[in-house]
């Protein structure tokens, strides 16, 4: 029998792409960088631990470092819009009104992350990216969303008791909220859950209806040079934030409803987002 040739001996090329050089694309670091990421054992394929030289195949596999995804699929895209009142956050409205997608580039196919109402302003992530859009919207991550109210009248510390102890909703009393009075009628309000029309709900029950409300941050991202109605794509380093927000904001939201059940005023539970 004739020896193989060289063609024939030739094994066949590896499939993927190396560890390093897919998370070094993904912003996680130099290649240098990510190298010492997983010989430091800080990074997991599909739950498992990487080793050095390991190949990942990025549409399909689960990358991770810290415990935290990393997105490392094709044709990802994220931006930051700052939503102008008078926009609905949906994908088409039957009434024929603007909608955040007509204030985006029209491809790749994006979907906003949670919800603004109609007349409330500010920032909203839209991606093509179900796991963070998950991981933003549902409760159970308790991602922090900021928010600036205008109200009527004068909150005064029985208000602001309230709001930051937790309200009593038609859905169940809220999470404790972090409140802040920046002028005499104007309030800073951080929540962690994602109710619809929660905020304005809130200041509805306490008696001083929001006349403006803006969204001023999500998680760790905000962008007070961003004029309304204009976007952005997020940094690699701001999606990975948001990704660490989500893990970290699971446990302070536990610790939320924990220390509010040892006073007595624990929340009902309830999903939906914004």
Same mark, same amino acid.
């Given at each position: 029998?004739?020896?193989?040739?060289?063609?024939?001996?030739?094994?066949?090329?590896?499939?993927?792409?190396?560890?390093?050089?897919?998370? $070094?694309?993904?912003?996680?670091?130099? *290649?240098? +960088?990510? @190298?010492?990421?997983? #010989?430091?054992? &800080? !990074?997991?394929?599909? =739950?498992?631990?990487?080793?050095?030289?390991?190949?990942?195949?990025?549409?399909?596999?689960?990358?991770?470092?810290?415990?935290?995804?990393?997105?490392?699929?094709?044709?990802?895209?994220?931006?930051?819009?700052?939503?102008?009142?008078?926009?609905?956050?949906? $994908?088409?409205?039957?009434?024929?009104? *603007?909608? +955040?997608? @007509?204030?985006?580039? #029209?491809?790749? &196919? !994006?979907?906003?992350? =949670?919800?603004?109402?109609?007349?409330?302003?500010?920032?909203?992530?839209?991606?093509?990216?179900?796991?963070?859009?998950?991981?933003?919207?549902?409760?159970?991550?308790?991602?922090?969303?900021?928010?600036?109210?205008?109200?009527?009248?004068?909150?005064?510390?029985?208000?602001?008791?309230?709001?930051?102890?937790? +309200?009593?909703?038609?859905?169940?009393?809220?999470?404790?909220?972090?409140?802040?009075?920046?002028?005499?009628?104007?309030?800073?309000?951080?929540?962690?859950?994602?109710?619809?029309?929660?905020?304005?709900?809130?200041?509805?029950?306490?008696?001083?209806?929001?006349?403006?409300?803006?969204?001023?941050?999500?998680?760790?991202?905000?962008?007070?040079?961003?004029?309304?109605?204009?976007?952005?794509?997020?940094?690699?380093?701001?999606?990975?934030?948001?990704?660490?927000?989500?893990?970290?904001?699971?446990?302070?939201?536990?610790?939320?409803?924990?220390?509010?059940?040892?006073?007595?005023?624990?929340?009902?539970?309830?999903?939906?987002?914004?």
């Amino acid at each position: 029998m004739a020896p193989a040739t060289d063609h024939q001996a030739a094994s066949p090329p590896p499939e993927g792409d190396r560890l390093q050089k897919v998370l $070094a694309r993904a912003g996680v670091g130099s *290649r240098r +960088v990510c @190298d010492d990421l997983v #010989a430091s054992g &800080r !990074v997991t394929v599909n =739950g498992a631990r990487a080793v050095a030289g390991q190949r990942v195949d990025p549409r399909h596999d689960l990358v991770s470092v810290d415990g935290v995804p990393v997105p490392v699929a094709p044709g990802l895209v994220y931006y930051l819009l700052n939503k102008p009142a008078g926009v609905v956050t949906t $994908a088409s409205d039957p009434a024929n009104r *603007r909608t +955040v997608l @007509d204030l985006v580039p #029209a491809a790749p &196919r !994006v979907f906003p992350v =949670g919800r603004l109402d109609y007349d409330t302003e500010g920032l909203i992530v839209l991606t093509n990216d179900g796991e963070l859009a998950h991981r933003l919207a549902h409760p159970s991550h308790g991602v922090a969303k900021e928010y600036l109210a205008e109200v009527e009248g004068t909150p005064g510390p029985g208000d602001l008791r309230r709001l930051r102890e937790g +309200v009593e909703l038609d859905d169940g009393r809220t999470a404790p909220a972090e409140v802040g009075q920046v002028a005499p009628c104007a309030l800073r309000i951080v929540v962690h859950e994602g109710r619809n029309r929660q905020v304005r709900r809130m200041l509805e029950a306490v008696g001083h209806p929001a006349r403006r409300l803006v969204r001023t941050r999500i998680g760790p991202v905000s962008d007070t040079s961003l004029r309304p109605g204009r976007w952005r794509p997020l940094r690699s380093e701001e999606v990975a934030a948001l990704y660490a927000a989500s893990a970290q904001g699971s446990e302070t939201l536990r610790h939320r409803l924990r220390a509010a059940a040892h006073a007595g005023t624990a929340p009902r539970r309830t999903g939906g987002g914004r």
